[in-house]
């Protein structure tokens, strides 16, 4: 029932925010605290799988979370209320700037609700069919989003998501059909043969050779989504035209909704295969998409798109943490979980940014710590996070990565992980320190904006903290569930 109420609030927040024929400024109030209760939920289902290891609804558990489906259940609803609450001085302002208007902000919260919606729909179905239905409906939701100012940038933005994360779609639903012949043909139509739990008792019945095509589909299509390399290319524009609160949940949460689906489609193969050739595929994409990270974060102009590279560097190191052993699945968990709460609190701060410089570009943002003072110290805190150094979630997680490519004899690997991430070190510092320091430029005076909507990014600080000095027992104890279920 839980995973039900999980999924109505959602529902009934998106209702309510369409049914105002006008700007109702308590409805950004009313999102956040829905937002909350979801995330309050989330905790309810983290606890009843670890006493129960599943939970379920519905006629053939149509709902069903386990371990890695709570995980992230409390990334998703975590970062969704954090978003709404900064969102709503944010929104009021940008109205307010004259950079929205009031059927704009109905929109806003009406798909921004539809949009956590879909994301929990695709971490709690147990059909892989609703699953990808789920996914791509992300897309619509952010597509609407991400154009929401209806300028020129924003539309060609959304228009380039569109396109780019339909073909990721589109090969996705290649490799799910092909998942669903290989069933039936080896095993024969039966009821709910497309629930994840039905697929992993029989995976040792399936074709491998198609198996292996199947997952080949899968990782590239759903590895679009969540800003792997090759197709990495629609995350720079559609964070860079976005709202603040839409890019906190675009980065924080839906590409780790993405990278869960490669990893529900992992075990069935796995399962049949074994774990050698899913790694390989895994260990490949991370480097790929970490090397192309590095890259181009040589040569940035935009904060904005400085940020859209580093997600693509830390989902790429996920990528490779869950193709080296059971060591690297539980580094990669927490690598999720730090890059979730600083990349939120980052895409956030450079909203407010944004409204005080009026550009993107790192060229025109000087002094942040003078002009903005708390703004500019939570974006220190929140780019030595990403930077992986310590007291923060990521340096652990980090750490512990490359403990697991040691132990598991890839050297020659650690080692160019290791260049890579100090080709990056060197890069990112270099951008935060022009952004941080120097003699702010007059129109950036007035001091922070939105101050009551830093509160809450308090709590990214918190969770990173604790993430980096020692997680809580219940916490540690379902992220080492989840490694379990990627790798039994």
């Known amino acids: 029932m839980i995973l039900a109420v999980l999924l109505i609030l959602s529902l009934v ?29 989330s905790m309810e289902i983290a606890r ?36 709404l609450w900064f969102g709503i001085g944010y929104m009021r302002q940008a109205r307010r700037d004259g950079h929205i208007d009031d059927a704009a902000m109905r929109r806003y919260y009406a798909f921004t609700h539809l949009f956590v919606f879909t994301m929990l729909l695709a971490v709690t179905a147990n059909n892989v069919g609703v699953m990808w239905v789920a996914v791509e409906a992300t897309t619509i939701a952010t597509a609407l989003l991400i154009g929401l100012q209806h300028s ?73 989504k969540a800003g792997l390399a090759p197709m990495y290319t629609w995350l720079p524009d559609a964070h860079s035209e976005a709202p603040a609160p839409i890019s906190s949940m675009m980065s924080g949460s839906l590409l780790a ?35 192309v990270a590095a890259l181009l974060l040589i040569r ?33 968990l927490l690598q999720m979980l730090g890059h979730a709460a600083a990349k939120s609190m980052m895409f956030l701060l450079s909203g407010s940014i944004l409204a005080r410089y009026r550009s993107t570009r790192i060229s025109a943002v000087r002094g942040l710590m003078r002009a903005m003072p708390w703004t500019g110290v939570l974006f220190l805190l929140g780019g030595l996070a990403l930077l992986g150094l310590p007291p923060f ?14 132990g598991e004899q890839h050297h020659w690997l650690m080692g160019l992980v290791l260049l890579l991430l100090l080709v990056i070190f060197i890069s990112s510092l270099n951008y935060l320190n022009r952004l941080l320091y120097g003699t702010p430029p007059e129109k950036a005076a007035g001091g922070d904006l939105n101050r009551s909507g830093l509160a809450p990014l308090a709590l990214n600080v918190a969770v990173l903290v604790l993430l980096g000095f020692g997680l809580p027992r219940g916490l540690l104890q379902l992220l080492r569930q989840a490694a379990e279920i990627v790798r039994p």
């Open 13 to 41: 927040g998106a209702a309510y925010a369409a049914a105002r024929r006008r700007y109702d400024p308590v409805v950004g109030p009313v999102s956040a605290a829905l937002a909350a209760l979801q995330f309050v939920a």
């Open 48 to 83: 009843e799988c670890l006493q129960n290891r599943v939970v379920s609804f519905g006629p053939g558990a149509f709902l069903r979370a386990d371990a890695l489906s709570a995980v992230l259940v409390l990334v998703v609803t975590g970062v969704a209320w954090i978003s």
């Open 152 to 224: 020129k940038s924003s539309l060609e933005a959304s228009w380039k998501y569109i396109l780019i994360g339909s073909v990721g779609i589109a090969l996705a639903f290649v490799g799910t059909v092909l998942g669903y012949f290989n069933f039936v043909e080896h095993v024969g139509a039966t009821p709910y043969a497309l629930n994840w739990t039905v697929l992993a008792q029989v995976a040792g019945k399936l074709n491998g050779d198609v198996l292996r095509l199947c997952f080949v589909f899968i990782l590239i299509g759903y590895g679009t």
């Open 257 to 291: 909704v993405a990278l869960y689906a490669v990893l529900r489609w992992k075990i069935v193969v796995d399962t049949r295969l074994g774990a050698a050739y899913s790694n390989r595929m895994l260990i490949l994409i991370g480097t790929l998409s970490l090397a």
């Open 300 to 332: 940035q102009t935009s904060y904005k798109r400085m940020l859209a590279y580093s997600s693509v560097e830390h989902v790429g190191l996920m990528c490779l943490g869950f193709g080296l052993g059971a060591a690297g699945a539980l580094a990669a």
């Open 393 to 406: 979630g990521p340096f652990t997680s980090e750490l512990m990565l490359l403990v697991a490519g040691f």
